[in-house]
């Protein structure tokens, strides 16, 4: 099958460090993996492509830069020009991640006799109004529902994600949690030398509704015992240089290794003993990729009881649930897991279990084409 995965949110490189860059990478690789030919249109390649996709074919259509408002325009424009490029390659599916001011498989459909399935990670619309500037909400609700409405299968990674697509014109979205590469994240078979600090990991972009803060403060509570701890932190973001400044006030023996290329990301995640999604109350519609990328790496994980995370993480069986933003029942869940390496070993098998059985991208892709009409999926 010829697959045109197509994603005109400039904000996304198809070939950088963040999760939604790791997440189109492995959707192509499981695209790969089952024998379909993949070609990428996006508004941004990226600085960052990893060996076994250094052969894909990428079609880059630059978004103009200007204000606020022109850039809208400017995003609505890029994505005519890749929906033209696709047509004019020609495809059998249109794979699309969902985009502010783009619906490229509704206009590829106007052309070519194809399927489409378009894959919604977050209500953007509201994201945009409240944490950026959104000038031109009509055009963006507009657009959105013209690409809702014309998707044969309209994929959301979470219930409240899916309600928020059916509230703006999709018909039946299903829900297709994020997922992980479990060949690519194993667990370490490198056992930590004796005296090693207990390490305690977290995956993802600095912003302040992740909780890091909160894991910080929670990780001071543990640097007042005799166990040596240690705070792993893989990413950066905007609340970045806060963070290290609250590290250092706390006390806690913190490594910050800033963003770093997917391809490092497992062996930093085999270091772990511990991998922490402590997040605060509020919305809880995302699907986290680092819960899944923990549960693959066969370490437990520490999370807040919110959202799709109950689901994720199987507590006392992969890990343990603690209700958001509090930092003592969240230091007490990891000094439960510091002083019993047993449990922690227990756990982090059954958690490497449950992402092959459950969270590998190839039973994500699977489930999602088994929506679309038979002969459109094989």
Known sequence: MRVAYVCA??????????????HIQEIVRAFRDRGDEVVVYATRRGDHPPADLADLRVIERRVARGDDRMRERAVADAAAELADAVVADGCDLVYERFSL???????????????AVLEVNAPLIDEQRTHRVLVDENLAAATARTALTAADVVACVSAPVADWARAHGAIAP????????????RP?????????????????????????DVLIDAMGLLAASDHPSR?????????GADLRRHAAQRGVDAVFHGAVAPDA?????????????????????FSPLKVCE???????VVASRLGQLPDLVQSGRTGLLTDPGDVEALAGALARLRDRPALRARMGAAARE????????????????????????A
């Open 101 to 115: 001011f783009a619906a490229i498989g509704a206009r590829v459909a106007r052309s070519l006799p194809i399927r």
């Open 231 to 239: 705070l792993v932190i893989i990413g950066d973001g905007p609340a």
């Open 188 to 212: 370490s078979i490198v056992r930590p030398a004796e005296g090693e600090p207990f390490a305690v990991g977290f995956v993802g972009t600095l912003k302040p509704w992740h909780g890091v």
């Open 354 to 377: 449950r992402a092959v059985a459950a969270h590998d991208w190839s039973r994500v892709l699977s489930g999602i084409l088994a929506s679309l009409p038979r002969e459109d999926a």
């Open 9 to 22: 949110d400039p904000g996304v490189p198809v070939f950088g460090t963040k999760g939604a860059s790791v």
């Open 294 to 300: 923990y549960l693959a790496a066969g370490v437990p």
């Open 265 to 285: 990301v497992p062996g930093l995640l085999a270091t772990l003993d511990v991998g922490v999604a402590s997040y605060r109350a509020g919305d809880a519609y």
């Open 174 to 185: 299903i829900v297709a949690p994020n997922g992980v590469n479990t060949a690519r994240i």
